[in-house]
């Protein structure tokens, strides 16, 4: 059987030269043309890993065992996918934590981040909190690969959001935007945290209220132009989006709003929505088909 890596990037290779030679119908636009590249959201793939990380692993407590145990599963599926990994460790509560950086081949240095954390409270399996979204991020990663898309984008599966025995939080994704270096905070386009999306409806997009709101409101746009039901909101700082726009990077989250699982034991599987995880899945897939060189340098502008 052939690997699904050399798979990727078989079809890596071979994607300019059809995107190219093919045009789109009379009267379609580039953006609905470069659309036609991405594959589509599939909500059954997404459960799966779900399953694996809420389930299969199940509590994620940040420096534990079954954290670096979810961040082995998330990168050897982005590995599978054709994408690059790094591993970015750090230290916290006495113990070693990590994220899991992806980006595929060629891509920038500075794109758009697109990231959620991997791990959960104690007690919490933490199916919506947050493997809901590292889904998310890897179905999307699948949808994107080997299209002209990812090369603006970088995928982060943040740990150590959750608080910790110090009481910090947004560990993982402050070592992130530390590590980053003056250049690289000044140049890096902007940053989409998705966290909690598969237990509420409308969806929300917003900012934390402290960095650019520009790519939150790029967000919202391009979700609403797509008949998603969504609405803007400004939070607190209060998922890994925070630490981006304190940086002065334009930041967004994706979220479905307060549910009674929240840092629960009940935070399972069976208690979370397939139905809202494909549809934050397809409004993260608008935004994907949207960003380009054009896009970056708006965020750029600040």
């Given at each position: 059987?052939?690997a ?7 079809i890596?290779t071979?994607?300019p030269?059809?995107?190219a ?6 009267g ?11 594959g589509y959201?599939?909500k059954?793939?997404a459960?799966?890993?779900v ?7 199940g ?5 534990t065992?079954n ?6 599963y998330?990168?050897?599926e982005?590995?599978?996918?054709g994408y690059?990994?790094?591993?970015q460790?750090?230290s916290v509560?006495?113990?070693?934590s990590r994220n899991?950086?992806?980006w ?7 794109p758009?981040i697109l990231?959620?954390h991997?791990?959960?409270v104690p007690g ?5 909190d947050?493997?809901?979204g ?6 999307t990663a699948?949808i994107a690969a080997?299209t002209?898309?990812v090369e603006?984008l970088?995928?982060?599966?943040f740990g150590?959001?959750e608080?910790?025995a110090d009481?910090?939080?947004h560990?993982?994704?402050q070592?992130?935007v530390?590590r980053?270096g003056?250049h690289g905070?000044?140049r890096?386009?902007?940053?989409v945290s998705v966290d909690?999306v598969?237990?509420?409806?409308p ?8 960095g650019?709101?520009?790519m ?5 746009k391009k ?19 925070g630490?981006f726009?304190l940086?002065g990077i334009?930041g ?9 699982d929240y840092?629960?034991?009940s935070?399972t599987?069976r208690n979370?929505?397939?139905?809202d995880?494909?549809?934050t899945?397809?409004?993260?897939r608008?935004?994907v088909?949207?960003?380009?060189i054009?896009l ?7």
């Open positions: 059987m052939i699904r890596g050399f798979i990727a990037l078989l890596a071979l994607s030269l059809w995107d030679s093919v045009p789109g119908p009379p379609e636009t580039a953006t609905e043309q470069a659309e036609q590249q991405l959201f599939n059954d793939r459960m799966t890993h399953r694996a990380l809420a389930r299969d692993i509590i994620r407590v940040r420096a065992r954290e670096r145990r979810g961040a082995r998330i990168a050897a982005f590995e599978s996918l690059r990994v790094r591993i460790k750090f509560d006495d113990g070693t899991i950086v992806a595929w081949p060629g891509a920038r240095r500075y758009v990231g959620g991997m791990d959960s919490a399996p933490g199916a919506n947050n493997a809901s590292v889904a998310v991020l890897l179905e699948r080997g002209s898309h603006f970088k995928f982060v599966a150590s959001e608080y910790g009481g910090s939080h560990v993982g994704s070592v992130f530390n980053l003056e905070r000044a890096l386009a902007g940053m909690m598969a237990d509420g409806s969806l929300i997009v917003g900012t934390a209220g402290i650019p709101d520009v939150a409101r790029v967000l919202f979700i609403d132009r797509k008949g998603i039901e969504v609405v803007y909101r400004t939070t607190c700082d209060c998922s890994d989006n630490p726009e940086a334009p967004s989250f994706m979220w479905s709003g307060d549910e009674p840092h629960s034991p935070d599987v979370m929505s397939p139905k995880l494909g549809r899945g397809r409004a993260l608008a935004l088909a949207a960003v380009d054009d970056l340098r708006r965020l750029r502008e600040r």
